[in-house]
């Protein structure tokens, strides 16, 4: 089993940033994609930004330039860093991991989700 920590959401005015943070752990071999998705209130779940091992970061056409996805393997971490952030990016982030167990079963695990919400 897998589990999916997130922190670093919360109430920020238009403009503003935040960094969401996801730390992945349990009986994990390897982690092939991090990332990031959101839903806001009534939308189907969207793709943030997702870092595939060995390729470059993949970011949503409304986060380019804005967002910056980034990883850290030793530490099975994933971090969001959100900059001039708007009302439209108001949603629930959910971290995203798929790799592989120890005993090398595949898995495709989502935390719990944190709100973004941005308003003045």
């Known amino acids: 089993q897998v589990h999916l920590a997130e922190s670093g959401g919360g109430l920020v005015q238009p403009g503003g940033s935040l960094e969401l943070s996801c730390t992945a752990s349990?009986?994990?071999?390897?982690?092939?994609?991090m990332g990031w998705y959101r839903q806001a209130l009534g939308k189907e779940r969207e793709l943030v930004a997702r870092v595939i091992a060995g390729a470059s970061p993949e970011y949503a056409d409304s986060v380019k330039g804005r967002f910056t996805i980034s990883r850290r393997d030793v530490q099975n971490n994933v971090y969001l860093q959100m900059s001039n952030l708007k009302p439209e990016d108001t949603a629930v982030y959910f971290c995203?991991?798929?790799?592989?167990?120890?005993?090398?079963?595949?898995?495709?695990?989502w935390g719990q989700g944190t709100q973004v919400t941005v308003s003045s």
């Open positions: 995203n991991v798929i790799g592989h167990f120890t005993n090398l079963r595949s898995f495709n695990s």
């Open positions: 349990g009986s994990i071999f390897s982690i092939n994609t």
